[in-house]
C-alpha cells in the first residue's frame, strides 16, 4: 500500500483491500478523526463529547471521499453534505451516512455548547463513531486499534 503525495509515493504499512494507493490527504483525515476521538473520549461534558465524536465521523467520511473521488475540473459544484456525497461515491457506508446525518442538527447545537444531549447519547456515538472509524481504516486498507472502552465516563 502507499500514500500518494503530489509526485512522489510513500509506503505505509497497511492491508491491501484493493485500494492500491491511498493519498495523503486521506490519511490526514484518518489521523484527524483519531485525534477527535480522542478529544471526545477525554471531553468534561455530553456535549463536547457528542460534537468531538460526529466530527471525527465526519473527517472519517471525508477521507473516504478523498480516496475515492474524482477531481470535477476547474468548475465547482454545489456545496453538498459529506453525508450527502458519501453514499453516491462508496455506496457501502449508506446506512452509516444516514445515521451521521440524522445527528448534524444535535452536533451544531452541541459545538454551540447547548446542553442538549445526554451523558448515554454521546458515549453511545463515541462508539458508534470508532465503530466508523474502523470500517473508513478496513475499507482504505489502513491499520485501526480502538481507542475507547476505558474512557467512556457514563454507559447507563
Do not use: N
Not at 461534558?45 to 476547474?74: F, I
Amino acid at each position: 500500500m502507499s500514500i500518494q503525495s503530489g509526485a512522489r509515493l510513500r509506503e505505509v504499512p497497511a492491508r491491501d483491500r484493493g485500494m492500491g494507493v491511498v493519498p495523503l490527504a486521506a490519511c490526514e483525515l484518518m489521523a484527524s478523526a483519531r485525534r477527535s476521538l480522542t478529544e471526545a473520549t477525554l471531553a468534561g461534558t455530553p456535549h463536547e463529547r457528542y460534537a468531538s465524536a460526529h466530527l471525527s465521523a465526519l473527517r472519517a467520511a471525508a477521507a473516504v471521499l478523498a480516496a475515492r473521488s474524482c477531481p470535477q475540473g476547474k468548475r465547482r459544484a454545489r456545496v453538498r453534505s459529506v453525508w450527502a456525497v458519501l453514499p453516491e461515491t462508496a455506496a457501502e457506508f449508506s446506512e452509516w451516512a444516514a445515521f451521521f446525518a440524522a445527528g448534524a442538527r444535535k452536533r451544531a447545537s452541541a459545538e454551540a455548547g447547548i446542553p442538549c444531549v445526554t451523558h448515554r447519547e454521546a458515549d453511545d456515538l463515541v462508539r458508534d463513531a470508532d465503530a466508523f472509524i474502523a470500517r473508513v481504516s478496513a475499507f482504505l486498507g489502513l491499520p485501526h486499534q480502538s481507542m475507547l472502552i476505558a474512557g467512556l465516563r457514563h454507559t447507563g
